[in-house]
């Protein structure tokens, strides 16, 4: 292991996110010790942070994620950087040059695809050059979708003989609104779309994170209207996590060498419910998703709709968040038709907790495999990086629960 000053330095800890994130890691150093550091441009506030956690001695590191010389300091002095700074198409492509090129393991929780192909592109050589493993998704996008799905196809195997052809997630139900910094990634997207046509073509693409976007699979487009359930009957609806979730898992399996073949499927959606309440439910669930996706921006409504959602640096309160929850249905098809199916529970709120503690579990399993030559150099996905016995303890820190159920 390349020696450093530091185990783990987390960027952003002053924000909203970046403060669930400092009491995760202050409980994982109380149970298996590590050296770490928090990090950001307002010493100040992040002395707060730490105050209020009882966390005075731990260092802090002045860095602007618009300069580029601090950042180098900070990649340079720790083994793993973990960041909560987004937008990260405005706010993040520095942290990673630098990463990149100290040879920091790093892990975040965009879900900015077009920013992440950007990133691909420009670095993936020299990550693998330098040896350092990139992970990006380490949140509610796409750690349950992505983990979820290895562990679905893992016990395929084992209980049928074979891996499915087709998965589809379902979205059954959850408590806890997307993230502030989530919308303003979304906001920020629908004004890069605005000024360069080419990205919303490149987003159609159901294979734009792959290592080969132009790989030719059977894959189709997003859901982009509510629809009946072909698999067990009902209304769906589009789930606003489709785009990332589905291209994260789909760039998995080609990383993994196509396991479950190169005619494998995978879709996601939010299950409604049957009969006229579930298509009411369905046409309720599109509404703001629709409101948000043709509001141009500058316009009127697009200044209306970002005055009246959750602003970046905002969240919920500690009560609420503990009152959240979710749970996902995974239904797999065997070649013969038959199906499968497996649940996953979150016993909190997914934008907020839930997604700081998975970051957290990200970061500290990226430490613990630091001079392991398993998961291979690069831009890599969560199911790469992590073994399924690392796969499992990371969902269950972030208090996930994943059964087989059957047949369906």
């Not at 503690?357 to 291979?376: V, W, Y």
């Amino acid at each position: 292991m390349r020696k450093r000053e530091y185990d783990i330095v987390l960027f952003g800890a002053s924000g909203f996110t970046g403060r669930i994130v400092v009491g995760f890691l202050k409980a994982a150093c109380e149970e298996s010790s590590f050296k770490w550091a928090v990090s950001g441009r307002n010493a100040e506030k992040i002395r707060a942070v730490l105050a209020k956690n009882g966390l005075e001695n731990i260092p802090v590191v002045v860095a602007d994620s618009e300069d580029y010389n601090s950042l180098d300091r900070l990649a340079s002095s720790t083994q793993v950087v973990v960041t909560t700074v987004g937008p990260y198409a405005l706010y993040g492509s520095k942290l990673v040059e630098a990463c990149v090129k100290n040879g920091t393991d790093y892990c975040d929780l965009t879900g900015e695809v077009q920013w992440m192909r950007k990133m691909i592109d420009r670095w993936e050589g020299e990550a693998r050059k330098q040896q350092c493993r990139m992970i990006h998704c380490c949140g509610f996008d796409s750690i349950p979708s992505d983990l979820g799905l290895a562990w679905f196809q893992k016990c395929a195997k084992e209980e049928t003989g074979n891996y499915f052809k087709h998965v589809s997630m379902r979205l059954l139900a959850a408590k806890g609104g997307l993230s502030g910094g989530t919308l303003a990634s979304m906001f920020n997207l629908r004004e890069e779309i605005a000024k360069d046509r080419s990205i919303g073509k490149m987003l159609k693409n159901p294979y734009m994170l792959n290592p080969d976007p132009d790989f030719n699979g059977p894959d189709g487009g997003d859901l982009k209207w509510l629809k009946e359930d072909e698999l067990k009957g009902g209304w769906l609806a589009p789930f606003v996590m489709e785009i990332i979730n589905t291209r994260i898992v789909r760039r998995s399996h080609a990383l993994k060498g196509f396991p479950y073949g190169e005619d494998f499927t995978y879709n996601e959606a939010i299950y409604c419910g049957k009969g006229f309440s579930g298509k009411f439910n369905a046409r309720k669930s599109i509404l703001p998703l629709a409101i948000i996706r043709f509001a141009k921006p500058g316009s009127l409504l697009y200044r209306f709709v970002r005055w009246v959602l959750p602003k970046q640096g905002q969240g919920p309160s500690e009560k609420s968040r503990k009152a959240g929850y979710f749970k996902l249905e995974f239904i797999g098809v065997t070649l013969d038709g038959e199906k499968y199916r497996a649940v996953l529970r979150g016993d909190s709120d997914p934008g907020y907790t839930a997604t700081a503690a998975m970051l957290t579990g990200a970061a500290l399993t990226l430490l613990e495999n630091r001079e392991s030559k398993e998961a291979p150099y690069g831009f890599i996905t969560p199911s790469v990086a992590f073994n399924p016995d690392q796969q499992v303890k990371i969902m269950d820190r972030a208090g996930m629960v994943i059964e087989w159920q059957g047949k369906l």
